[in-house]
């Protein structure tokens, strides 16, 4: 028996400002627009709501801080916005999301959601887990707006200043094409523990500009008035900061690895430019000036609109069974769902007609 639309959705959202509170808040205008209630609730506040849980009219989607609700929960969906890496979390955080990934897959009332093949690939290969379905990230509703026709003379960094980013490994070469192109800046917007060491870092260059955090708003109207968005994390599981750059006109820089790479693989070498994993000096100054060499020009993104997201979730929450068990062994088999069943999920829910999926 096929299961029902859910009667509503519940989000686990994340500490806010974050990149879950945005997956979140996208996720929510998705299923909202396809007049199906939700709601975004704290990743805490999920726990105190034991009755929703075990309701299985009610789809649920955790976030890995919410996922320790899965041994209560009916119809839940479990995501993985990475895959643990002591190099980047420390050894006790990855313990602990190696856990809940864990907990996440024995659970009869959840299915486990990555939101890339790049992590699905870590955590089936070296974790072992049973990864039931590869769903990206959704684009939040106020980056499909067109963005202004607007002079563009800016190199821009939008993230978290994370040692995992490699902003200070940028710099040196943002400075040698500066050097090369007159009139062009640098702009680095984010918030995070590396932020004391870029500002000394920029201090002597007026042409480097540290903006710290910006609302959702700001960081749209700056990638309006960027010509080239560059990042440097060869991990990054997926990347929500290379779609809202796309979506803005932008050309990206960005490494040669990383779920990233899965955005829109037919631009890459004109409004994508790859330089080498290691973020060698060389190899992004090279790379940045072939972006510069390209036309900045809105990309489509209309496979990744909330709706189109929320439409792929809810292909999937057709293997619940209405009790809001999951039955993985008779549903999908014994191994992890395949290239050939993710396509078909797309195109069960119209994300097949972008080619860049």
Known sequence: MRQSHP????????????????????????????????????????????????????LKILSIRAVFAAPFARRAFCVAHGF?????????ATIAILASLNLAAACTGTQLVVVSEYS?????????????????????P???????????????????????????????AIRDVLDENPGLRALIAG?????????????????????????????????????????????????IAYLEALSQGCVVAMPASGGGLEIAPELIGSTIQLF????????????????????????????????????????????????GVFHAETTIGAAAIGTASMERLHHASGLDNYPGL
């Open 7 to 58: 009667s509503r959705v519940l989000i686990a959202g994340g500490k806010p400002g974050g990149g879950i509170a945005s997956f979140a808040e996208a996720l929510h205008s998705g299923f909202v627009d396809l007049g199906i209630p939700a709601e975004v609730v704290p990743d805490g506040a999920i726990f105190a709501r034991p009755r929703e849980l075990r309701d299985p009219q009610i």
């Open 84 to 92: 643990p890496c002591a190099a980047n979390q420390g050894w006790p």
């Open 120 to 140: 699905a690939l870590h955590l089936r290969s070296i974790f072992r887990l049973r990864i039931d379905a590869v769903i990206h990230n959704p684009l939040r």
């Open 142 to 172: 106020l980056f499909f707006e067109q963005p202004p026709q607007t002079s563009r003379e800016a190199i821009t960094f939008v993230g978290r200043l994370h040692r995992s980013k490699n902003v200070e490994k940028l710099i040196p």
């Open 191 to 239: 918030e995070g523990e590396m932020r004391p060491l870029l500002n000394h870092l920029a201090s002597a260059d007026p042409r480097i500009v540290i903006l710290g955090g910006l609302a959702a708003a700001d960081v749209r109207d700056l990638l309006s008035r960027s010509r080239v968005f560059v990042s440097a994390n060869p991990t990054e599981p997926f990347g």
């Open 276 to 323: 080498p994993s290691s973020v060698s000096r060389s190899g992004v100054a090279s790379a940045l000036r072939r972006a510069l060499q390209q036309e900045p020009r809105p990309s489509r993104m209309d496979c990744y609109s909330p709706r189109a997201v929320a439409e792929a979730y809810l292909a999937v929450d057709q293997r619940f069974a209405p009790d």
